[in-house]
T-cell receptor, first 114, second 115 residues
């Protein structure tokens, strides 16, 4: 079964720390992987999309990497700020799926302490 | 562009009632999706559409129906509401050129409670 796992479910760090959020997936035959941010009571905001042929993508203080062979992606957040506090979800689109359906992990709830 | 909009934001239903969740996108996206999110869980796909007049089931379609008569609109219908349908519902859209580039954009969600 194609699954996406995000561990731990919650993370608390002090402001200014560099941190890594992990995502693992069970099948390496992917089209792409997306990282989303979700604020409490809000919708999902797309942060980064990594295509199957790419190793990483960067946007500001965010860097996402992809290692298909090991079934892993990481989201690196540099110099974390209290405003980064949110839930971060990883989602995968698989080649053996159909029509770009995304399978989501359960998310990591990040709290950045001032 | 407003992006993906959803109405209503909140709704309380009684068991057995019906309702339609509205979703509209103004980005001329061909693909649209409905997900539900339960507390502490990731999102699960209910239905999706690859274009006007074409819909297909996702992972958890039971108890729901959809239609896609225009590119912009993708309503989700609950015919006989049950407590198990208490959830937050998200609509999303994307423009598929190649699968690898298919980035999905989400609406703000509808929070539904069935009592």
């Amino acid at each position: 079964k194609q699954e996406v796992t995000q561990i731990p479910a919650a993370l608390s760090v002090p402001e200014g720390e560099n941190l890594v959020l992990n995502c693992s997936f069970t099948d390496s035959a992917i089209y792409n992987l997306q990282w989303f941010r979700q604020d409490p009571g809000k919708g999902l905001t797309s942060l980064l999309l990594i295509q199957s042929s790419q190793r990483e993508q960067t946007s500001g203080r965010l860097n996402a990497s992809l290692d298909k062979s090991s079934g892993r992606s990481t989201l690196y957040i540099a110099a974390s700020q209290p405003g980064d506090s949110a839930t971060y979800l990883c989602a995968v689109s698989w080649i053996t799926g159909a029509n770009s359906k995304l399978t989501f992990g359960k998310g990591i709830t990040l709290s950045v302490r001032p | 562009n407003a992006g993906v909009t959803q109405t209503p934001k909140f709704r309380i239903l009684k068991i057995g009632q019906s309702m339609t969740l509205q979703c509209t996108q103004d980005m001329n996206h061909n693909y649209m999706y409905w997900y539900r999110q339960d507390p502490g869980m990731g999102l699960k796909l209910i239905y999706y559409s690859v274009g006007a007049g074409i819909t297909d089931k996702g992972e958890v379609p039971n108890g729901y129906n959809v239609s896609r008569s225009t590119t912009e609109d993708f309503p989700l219908r609950l015919e006989l509401a049950a407590p198990s349908q208490t959830s937050v519902y998200f609509c999303a859209s994307s423009y598929l050129q190649r699968e690898a580039y298919n980035e999905q954009f989400f609406g703000p969600g509808t929070r539904l409670t069935v009592l």
